[in-house]
């Protein structure tokens, strides 16, 4: 089965998005917790693969692996000008681009930065790769693993960027006969998130509007009706 977690960094305690900050407290504890548990299933000889982001190779270096590959492909999705910020800061300083990534997640870019359709390119190569392991750990991040996840499940692209991937738990994937089966291995270690789940355009309307913005870029926010939530 193939096995991914994303750690908990510092900045995530006050909800920031990217960044390359150690562990957090509670990432600490999270990691100790994982090499037990590697250790415990008899997981000490399986590959570990991580990004080259702090957090990861923090993570990485609590467990009793020493076959551990580090992957550039891995790292998280690059928020680009909005790294370091929470939601509610783009939110306040960016309502366009807000609003834009809330109307297509999957295909929003962040400016300087990525989108989720460019993540998943950056990633097919990895995932081709994963395929053909027998066991394998990935310590990953959020955006990533939603990826991962996502093409092994054969989730739509349009859900792909609201797949639930809580903080401190290992998402087990076991190939079966008919594709593949998710399963949660929860730690009770405390965290904080940053999802958000998908919005209306009533509510993408409503907020712009209180900015004093009834357009996004050249075209009317709402032209296609304000009921149900968006296509992603």
């Known amino acids: 089965g193939r096995q991914g977690q994303h750690p ?29 548990f590697v250790e415990d299933n008899g997981l000490s000889d399986i590959p570990v693969w991580t990004s080259l982001m702090k957090r990861t190779q923090e993570t990485g270096s609590y467990l009793p692996n020493t076959n551990v590959m580090r992957y550039k492909a891995l790292n998280e999705l690059d928020a680009g000008q909005c790294d370091g910020m929470t939601y509610q800061e783009i939110e306040d300083r ?8 809330d109307l297509d997640k999957f295909n929003y870019r962040y400016p300087r930065g990525e989108s989720y359709h460019d993540l998943c390119c950056r990633l097919e190569p990895i995932i081709m790769d994963l395929e053909k392991q027998r066991t ?52 009770g270690v405390a965290g904080a998130a940053t999802r958000r789940d998908k919005q209306t355009v009533e509510s993408i309307e409503q907020r712009l509007l209180k900015s004093g913005i009834s357009k996004v870029g050249s075209t009317e ?5 304000s009921n149900g939530h968006v296509n992603e």
């Open 8 to 36: 908990h960094k510092a900045g995530r305690t006050e909800g920031k998005i990217g960044g390359d900050a150690g562990l957090s407290e509670n990432g600490k504890q999270y990691a100790a917790e994982l090499g037990k």
């Open 221 to 225: 926010l709402w032209e296609n009706g």
């Open 94 to 101: 960016y309502p366009e681009e807000f609003a834009l990534r």
């Open 136 to 187: 394998v750990l990935v310590i990953c991040h959020q955006a990533v693993l939603r990826c991962i996840v996502g093409y092994l499940l054969d989730i739509p692209v349009e859900d792909m960027p609201y797949i639930k991937t809580p903080l401190h738990t290992v998402v087990k994937i076991t190939p079966t006969a008919y594709g593949c089966e998710r399963e949660d291995i929860k730690f």
